[in-house]
């Protein structure tokens, strides 16, 4: 159940479930009414009506919600509020006020909010992004650091990147058509290497890849803040299923068996290939080893989310990454000239760039990070979740408010990237380059990805040796092709169709040399669909 969908349907007649929704309204009037008066105003913003307060102010399902906030900043200025049936909501428009609060003061700023459909009903209150600041989010943090938290780490995995680059190559060369579905694959490979030793179908679709990714277009719909009413009214999720109004539960349901199927098989494969000592190295199997392979119930809770969280919160994000650059390619054909051009003169023919090679390729590098400004990947992040009242500038931002920061914005702001639309990674070369969107697009504070190394090396080696043997430009049916976005947590390009074509034949030999350098391994996914969860 939408919140939009309350306010447009009518309904003649008094049901159970509008009985239920008064009885919750009346109960979040009369806390919101017994609270204790703020010391200082909330931050500006429309006024709100009674009850349902600034409701009709959130988002509708389906638009841009970067965009909507934004609107905010004209009209109340760079630190913005709204209440929602006594919910504080503050959206920061402004990068500075996202240091100050969530960097500064990340103590009281780190936490996050409860959201009863993502989290209670879907099941991912557990991962990584969505859990609370507490002493076991600290322990998923000191896990994953300890395999990905330096560069020095990282490299442990550079060979690993540089083949199933190499394959991607390969794959965008037989089926051109399908450079989304390769970039999927592209990405799970590293990450579930990594996290399990799990090697994927080489020649198709993979089952565990295709989960994972049904995992995350379902989160991505399920944790935009507004979007469900039992977030607003948890008592509605206690709703019968087959009652009218509850659909939302079925919805759940169904995207919460995904989730818990995407972490139990490759948990039960990797402790099925350790009993049998027939295993690869991996993230998992070295969490397993430290405990003799026999975890207590805590250390297999932290082992199972922080394994599903590695892949979970990385892959998605780096396919957001890498098909906005190929649109961009597309789209900005002097770009590509460039980092062609520098790339012949640095590199050479018949030579792919490899981790080495990126400080030499000053473009390319540039490259990345204006791939990451252009269309960050998470337009408005994950709310966090204020532990303490907080003065800022005079204005109180409440114990409990959802602090919203407008990544989108800050990437887009002209008077800190000139001419911010258009895509020029020349902004960050010369003197006075314009600010590293690394610094702004991989979160804030505590809550800054674990996983940012790993992402931005498969995204410059994936752009690197792209632009290195492949073309891309408009397709001839799609000559009016422009840069659209979807709505999400994690906002996708709109779906597009590209020409793609080897720079050479002797480009296109050097793409298929992987066959015979790196001969693919039997793939896991026979053995993981006979794990029984």
């Not at 390969?170 to 030793?197: M, N, S, W």
């Not at 539960?249 to 049998?276: H, N, S």
């Not at 590098?365 to 303490?388: F, Q, S, Y």
């Not at 000139?418 to 979160?443: C, K, Q, V």
Request: hydrophobic content about 40%; proline content about 8%.
């Amino acid at each position: 159940m939408y919140l939009w969908d309350v306010l447009t349907a009518t309904m003649p007649l008094p049901t159970l479930g509008s009985v239920l929704l008064g009885l919750a309204i009346l109960c979040i009037a009369k806390f919101a009414f017994l609270r204790k008066r703020p010391s200082a105003p909330l931050p500006p913003g429309p006024k709100p009506k009674p009850i349902i307060g600034n409701l009709r102010d959130l988002p509708r399902p389906g638009q841009q919600d970067w965009v909507h906030w934004l609107e905010f900043k004209e009209l109340y200025g760079p630190v913005s509020s709204i209440s929602v049936f006594g919910q504080t909501i503050v959206i920061l428009n402004d990068y500075r006020a996202a240091v100050d609060l969530m960097e500064k003061r990340s103590s009281i700023y780190s936490s996050r909010p409860r959201m009863v459909f993502a989290g209670e009903i879907l099941g991912w209150e557990n991962a990584l992004g969505m859990l609370g600041y507490s002493d076991r989010f600290r322990s998923y943090r000191k896990a994953m650091h300890r395999v990905l938290g330096t560069k020095a780490l990282m490299s442990r995995f550079d060979s690993l990147q540089d083949v199933e680059v190499r394959r991607f190559l390969l794959r965008v060369l037989l089926k051109p058509d399908d450079l989304i579905q390769h970039i999927r694959t592209e990405a799970g490979a590293v990450i579930l290497k990594i996290a399990y030793g799990y090697n994927i179908e080489p020649n198709g679709r993979d089952p565990l890849v295709d989960l994972a990714n049904e995992s995350m277009e379902g989160f991505s719909a399920a944790a935009i803040p507004g979007t469900w009413l039992v977030d607003t009214i948890p008592l509605l999720k206690y709703l019968p299923t087959c009652f009218p109004g509850a659909g939302f539960k079925k919805i759940g349901y169904a995207w919460r068996e995904t989730l818990f199927t995407t972490m139990e098989k490759p948990y039960q494969l990797v402790k099925q290939q350790m009993r049998q000592g027939s295993y690869s190295p991996s993230y998992l199997a070295s969490l397993l080893e430290q405990s003799g392979g026999n975890p207590t119930a805590e250390e297999e809770f932290v082992n199972k989310w922080t394994s599903v969280s590695l892949y979970t919160g990385g892959a998605d994000t780096t396919v957001s990454s890498l098909s906005c650059f190929f649109l961009a390619m597309a789209l900005y054909p002097e770009v590509q000239r460039k980092a062609q051009e520098e790339i012949n003169r640095v590199i050479g023919p018949n030579k792919l760039p490899t981790f080495d090679d990126r400080d030499k390729l000053p473009y390319i590098d540039a490259l990345v990070k204006e791939t990451l400004r252009w269309h960050p990947v998470g337009p408005m992040g994950i709310p966090h979740l204020v532990t303490e009242d907080d003065i800022y500038e005079g204005y109180l931002i409440p114990k409990g408010a959802l602090v919203l920061a407008n990544i989108w914005g800050f990437t887009h702001d002209p008077n800190t990237y000139r001419e911010p639309e258009a895509f020029r990674p020349e902004r960050f070369l010369g003197d006075n380059p314009e600010p590293d969107p690394h610094n702004i697009t991989f979160g804030f504070g505590r809550r800054i990805c674990p996983g940012r190394l790993l992402a931005d090396a498969t995204v410059f080696l994936s752009i690197a040796q792209s632009l290195s043997v492949f073309n891309f430009s408009k397709h001839e049916e799609d000559d009016d092709l422009e840069a659209e976005f979807l709505p999400g947590v994690v906002s996708h390009p709109a779906p597009y169709r590209l020409n793609i074509a080897p720079r050479s034949a002797a480009h296109e030999a050097l793409i298929r040399s992987v066959e015979v350098e790196h001969p693919w391994e039997e793939s896991h996914a026979k053995e993981l669909e006979q794990v029984v969860c």
